[in-house]
């Protein structure tokens, strides 16, 4: 992990359930449940989703979505999921692509956080490509102070691949983080920060930038 996010997540979770009882939007109310969980919550109601997708179609219908949010123990009932279901199935084909959901669900950031978000991703995109593997970790990230390289558990490789595995979305975990793998992991993050800045410098300091 980056230092400082495990305070952060923390801070978060509890933030996220005080709210909870404050809001009427159904999305929100969604949000602030995953987000109950910590950062990693919305990323997990996804790994539920893809486990229900039996034919990979990466979309779900009613039926599947309830079931899916009963998986993951969210309390909601049957109308306001069919409210949640009508906005995300915005061209009323009766299915909703996933991938959409998971992001209209991620918390909404300011730009400010997006363009620092980006810059520890270009940083790590050594070959500007637009997608982080290994490869492009040997050039920015040094394996050599990990504890579990230090102690001989843990090649150089495996170092990288367990930092890469953070950032990855959990029901795909390929070695390669996308910006938009990246995001969602720090959008995370930043639900549990209030201001601007604070999230910048702690950015700054993760990543030295």
């Given at each position: 992990?980056?230092?400082?996010?495990?305070?952060?997540?923390?801070?978060?979770?509890?933030?996220?359930?005080?709210?909870?009882?404050?809001?009427?939007?159904?999305?929100?109310?969604?949000?602030?449940?995953?987000?109950?969980?910590?950062?990693?919550?919305?990323?997990?109601?996804?790994?539920?989703?893809?486990?229900?997708?039996?034919?990979?179609?990466?979309?779900?219908?009613?039926?599947?979505?309830?079931?899916?949010?009963?998986?993951?123990?969210?309390?909601?009932?049957?109308?306001?999921?069919?409210?949640?279901?009508?906005?995300?199935?915005?061209?009323?084909?009766?299915?909703?692509?996933f991938d959409e959901f998971l992001v209209t669900l991620r918390p909404p950031m300011s730009n400010a956080r997006k363009e620092i978000i980006m810059q520890a991703f270009r940083?790590?995109?050594k070959t500007g490509d637009g997608i982080v593997t290994i490869e492009d970790l040997r050039g920015v990230y040094n394996a050599k102070h990990h504890p579990k390289y230090q102690n001989g558990d843990w090649t150089e490789d495996q170092v990288f691949r367990a930092f890469l595995d953070n950032f990855d979305s959990p029901y795909d975990k390929d070695g390669k983080v996308t910006t938009e793998e990246f995001m969602n992991y720090y959008a995370g993050v930043s639900a549990s920060i209030d201001t601007d800045v604070y999230f910048i410098i702690m950015m700054k300091n993760a990543w030295k930038l």
């Open positions: 992990q980056m230092p400082g996010t495990a305070r952060h997540d923390r801070e978060m979770a509890i933030q996220a359930k005080r709210n909870l009882s404050k809001t009427t939007d159904p999305v929100e109310r969604l949000r602030l449940q995953c987000l109950a969980r910590g950062s990693a919550g919305i990323k997990g109601l996804g790994r539920v989703f893809r486990i229900m997708d039996d034919d990979n179609s990466r979309t779900l219908d009613f039926k599947e979505f309830v079931k899916g949010l009963n998986d993951y123990a969210m309390m909601i009932d049957k109308e306001e999921a069919q409210e949640i279901f009508r906005i995300f199935d915005k061209d009323g084909s009766g299915t909703i692509d940083k790590l995109d």
